[in-house]
């Protein structure tokens, strides 16, 4: 049932990616779904071409003057770029506009916390502990929880017990220009497996990029603050 519904998955969160690659009327803004990327549907996940999303991230810093995300399934192959559409507290939700698919992903401080319409997706997570070490960019310990949606649509509770490590400054550059901060690791082991989390982390504790597990399915996700 998962492989089967990883290429429909993977058409689905790289339509996010070109979304807004138009000149077209107000009414198709630089979040709206391309038909072109549709029509260029594969039998495998494919990487989106580094330059198309280099265009559609520096389109939309143009477009807005709000913040904006670059979001990466690295197990999918699938790019996105997004903009937030609600908070709560210090949740935020992004995800594209003009799209017919409802598509999005929450975080928490620059990690990915939950999705929805993405398949087999990580339907809730438990972090603080975890952030609470990276934000202070010090050496800790923390145990999280994740509950996702596995191949037969069920829900499992995932724990996982980390050991955090400060590592050395580092720049991250973007299209938006290069941002600075501390590189934390987080090990993370499970029952049956074990991760390898990373988060980079400004002076003052804002996490700007994140590369953090979000269940079996989904591997990795990546996710960099452009704004």
């Known amino acids: ?35 072109r990327l549709i029509e260029q549907r594969r039998a495998q996940p494919v990487t989106p071409d580094p330059k198309i999303v280099q265009a559609v991230a520096t389109d939309a810093l143009s477009r807005t003057t709000g913040p904006v995300l670059l979001y990466t399934l690295e197990d999918r192959k699938a790019v996105a770029v ?14 594209s506009y003009g799209s017919s698919e409802r598509l999005s992903a929450t975080t928490l401080n620059g990690v990915l916390v939950s999705t929805r319409g993405l398949g087999n997706d990580l339907m809730s997570s438990r972090v603080e502990p975890l952030l609470e070490v990276v934000s202070r960019r010090e050496d800790g310990v923390a145990t999280i929880q994740q509950r996702y949606l ?26 938006a220009g290069s941002v600075q901060g501390v590189r934390m690791t987080a090990e993370c ?30 591997g990795y996700s990546t996710i960099q603050r452009l704004r």
């Open 1 to 35: 049932m998962i492989a089967a519904s990883l290429p429909r998955l993977s058409l689905l969160v790289c339509a996010m990616v070109l979304a807004g690659c138009t000149n077209q009327r107000s009414s198709e803004n630089v979040f709206t779904v391309t038909k």
């Open 189 to 218: 082991w499970q029952a049956n497996r074990s991760v390898v989390n990373s988060y980079l982390v400004d002076a003052n504790g804002a996490v700007v990029q994140s590369r953090h597990w979000a269940g079996p399915t989904m």
């Open 150 to 175: 596995d191949g037969e649509n069920q829900i499992v509770n995932l724990k996982s017990d980390c050991k955090i490590t400060r590592g050395e400054t580092e720049a991250v550059t973007s299209v």
């Open 82 to 95: 997004l903009r937030p559409i609600a908070e709560n507290g210090a949740y935020q939700t992004w995800a």
